[in-house]
């Protein structure tokens, strides 16, 4: 499936949420994640997503 | 459900009608600008960011927010969107275009008459303001320009709904057998519920609260006009999801590349939604002290039976969506989701906004019940609450409609899909962060309604990250919203001033997959349901209403006693149901 500008974008919007409540989840697990350690995995997760668009985006995209 | 014929557009085909679309939505477009603006302000001056306001006109900011996106731009939209789906769904214009106009004139001076009341608020001296927030129930008393412009507003509501009445009877006189067509029957439903609830907070502002303002009685019964307010107070929030609901039935699935998966289940849901949002509105009153606890009790029952309809709109919803994935060539238990039109802000803004509502509904159980409720009452896990619902699941998707409806009634092409699918996304991921927040907060303790959230000598705590970092949260998110209401706007308003198109947007609607024939006549007799809604609200609220007349010191407060005869009367009636309670209680526990 091609990742899209628009599939892109849902999936940042999805990661939001999920890196808001990282603590909260680590936490059932009795790990405490400092804030910083979440700010470096959405910023990896989103790093990752744009070598993936460059490697599999629809390249010059016109009518997004 | 009649379709549009192909070919000729809503604009060209009704003339009239798109006219009225475009000035109800205009002036929804209009408050939501404004009141996405004092959201703004509100949003920072809690959190300490930016303070553009003294904090003494935090009520004046505050009352316009609410009513300005809450009561103006919600209604207004959604009698844009009832007035298409009329004329659509019955194929048939309005029967007089005069009257459609008078309505919309009349909640336009409404209108206008509440929000200069409310605006007077910065003007010192003028001796004019309506400081009372979106509930405006007493102690707190306005202007009487702000009730008399509410009156008026209300009255403009009633009126547009006798316009889809008579469009409707005359539909009936011209199709005797056929089934009411499933638009309309979604806009009836909707619109017997807001007449029955209307009744209350028309009675409380006519009665009580415009002839106190005027200074013509001396006092109210608080408790009284709190109860009437919410009598309403919970439908109305029905009210604002039901034309959410009607674009999610009709026309999502459509958007998503399918159809409505089933037509009778959609009818089923309406009438549940009108038997059951009225008999409940004291849930909002958990902490009224005044009020029996089996009062609560019974709220509370008849609340989570809402739950019903609302489960199955989730299922025939998305069940709906994934049929249109799989019509895509979406395959997989999960992969179908990658089929979808991300690319369309109209599907895709009313996607997450169904998504965030899920959430909202998980909040909104915690407030539901009574006991969990003492947690957060008051506190602002409850603003968190009702920006996913009314504030996302209602406000987002009228925006992402926008961009499917307005090209219908302009004739005009969308500006900008990409500005329009960065919009959407943009509310979602500003909504993530300050309704979140607002939820965290709530549990902190950190109470709503207050320019100063602080309180000396006292620190809330949060068991993960710090009330800093919610702080941030909030401020951040108002911030991504506000300037996603600019972008949308923008977006409307360049539509709006575009070159005129054959083919502004794909307006077909598909039939359902199952459609109504199957399903039982008795589910569009409309008078039978009335009938059993009104039963249901005189049982849940007889009672309550009368012991606060009796406890509260009479109608007007301190005022007028109850006559002994009503009060023998009543007290006997008390003693027999809370004996039968008991017993029952003694079966059941
Ligand atoms: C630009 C986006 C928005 C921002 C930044 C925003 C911000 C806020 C904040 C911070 C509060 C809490 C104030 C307090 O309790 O002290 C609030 C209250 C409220 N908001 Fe919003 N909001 C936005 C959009 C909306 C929308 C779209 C709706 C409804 C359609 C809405 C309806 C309300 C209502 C009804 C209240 C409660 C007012 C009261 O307590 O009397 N808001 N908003
Ligand atoms: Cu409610």
Redesign the interface.
């Known amino acids: 499936m091609k990742l899209t500008k628009a599939r892109a974008l849902i999936l940042i919007a999805f990661s939001v949420p999920i890196a808001i409540e990282l603590r909260t989840v680590a936490g059932f697990f009795n790990v405490e994640l400092p804030l910083i350690a979440v700010a470096v995995i959405e910023f990896l997760f989103l790093a990752l997503l744009f070598v993936l668009y460059g490697l599999y985006g629809e390249g010059s995209e016109s009518a997004a | 459900m009649a379709t549009a014929s192909g070919g000729s557009e809503f604009v060209d085909k009704f003339p009239d009608e798109a006219a009225i679309v475009k000035a109800s939505f205009l002036i929804a477009f209009v408050s939501l600008g404004i009141g996405a603006f004092f959201g703004l302000i509100q949003a920072l001056h809690r959190t300490d960011v930016l303070r553009v306001i003294d904090s003494a006109d935090y009520y004046t900011v505050l009352t316009g927010h609410g009513v300005l996106l809450a009561i103006v731009f919600t209604i207004f939209f959604l009698c844009g969107v009832f007035h298409w789906a009329i004329a659509r769904s019955l194929d048939r214009p309005a029967e007089s275009a005069l009257f459609s106009w008078a309505w919309v004139g009349l909640m336009t001076t409404g209108t206008v008459l509440a929000t200069v009341a409310i605006l007077g608020g910065f003007v010192p001296n003028l001796g004019m303001s309506a400081d009372v927030l979106f509930t405006f129930y007493a102690p707190l008393q306005a202007h009487p320009i702000f009730y008399i412009g509410l009156a008026m507003f209300i009255v403009g509501t009633w009126l547009s709904g006798a316009d889809w009445f008579l469009s409707y009877r005359a539909w009936r006189q011209d199709h005797p057998d056929e089934r009411i067509p499933l638009q309309t029957f979604m806009v009836l439903t909707t619109m017997i519920m807001w007449y029955i609830s209307t009744l209350g907070v028309a009675v409380s502002v006519v009665f009580f609260l415009i002839p106190w303002s005027l200074g013509l009685i001396e006092s109210v019964n608080p408790l009284l006009t709190r109860t009437l307010f919410w009598y309403f107070g919970h439908p109305i929030v029905y009210f604002w999801l039901m034309p959410a609901y009607l674009l999610w039935y009709t026309v999502l699935p459509k958007l998503a590349g399918g159809r409505l998966f089933s037509d009778p289940l959609a009818r089923v849901v309406f009438l549940l939604f009108l038997l059951l949002s009225t008999p409940v509105g004291i849930h909002h009153q958990y902490l009224d002290p005044g009020i029996a606890e089996g009062f609560k009790f019974i709220a509370m029952t008849n609340t989570m039976f809402l739950l019903l309809p609302s489960l199955l709109t989730a299922f025939t919803v998305v069940a709906s969506v994934e049929h249109g994935a799989r019509q895509r060539g979406g395959k997989g238990y999960l992969?179908w989701l990658?089929a979808l039109p991300?690319?369309d802000p109209a599907f895709?803004g009313m996607a997450?906004a169904g998504a965030m509502f899920a959430a909202g509904g998980f909040s909104g159980m915690i407030n539901a019940g009574m006991n969990i409720n003492y947690l957060i009452h008051n506190t602002l896990w409850v603003p968190g609450h009702f920006h996913l619902t009314v504030g996302t699941a209602v406000a987002l998707t009228m925006m992402a409609g926008s961009y499917w409806l307005v090209p219908q009634v302009t004739g005009t092409k969308l500006y900008s899909?990409?500005i329009g699918?960065?919009q959407v996304?943009m509310w979602?991921?500003g909504m993530?962060?300050m309704s979140?927040a607002m939820h965290r907060a709530g549990l902190a303790g950190i109470p709503r309604r207050t320019a100063e959230p602080q309180y000396q000598n006292f620190e809330f705590l949060t068991?993960?990250?710090s009330i800093f970092?919610l702080r941030v949260?909030i401020a951040l998110g108002g911030t991504l919203l506000f300037l996603s209401v600019v972008l949308f706007l923008f977006n409307i308003l360049l539509t709006s001033l575009g070159e005129e198109s054959d083919r502004p947007v794909d307006s077909y609607l598909p039939e359902p997959l199952s459609g109504p024939e199957g399903s039982p006549r008795i589910l569009d007799n409309l008078a039978m349901w009335t009938g059993i809604a009104a039963v249901l609200v005189v049982l849940a609220y007889t009672l309550p209403l009368a012991g606060i007349i009796q406890n509260g010191g009479g109608l007007f407060g301190g005022g007028l006693p109850v006559p002994a005869t009503v009060s023998a009367g009543f007290d006997l009636v008390m003693t027999t149901v809370t004996s039968a309670f008991n017993t029952l209680w003694g079966v059941v526990a």
């Open positions: 992969r990658g991300w690319r895709t997450l899909r990409p699918l960065l996304i979602f991921v993530v962060f979140n068991p993960i990250g970092e949260q």
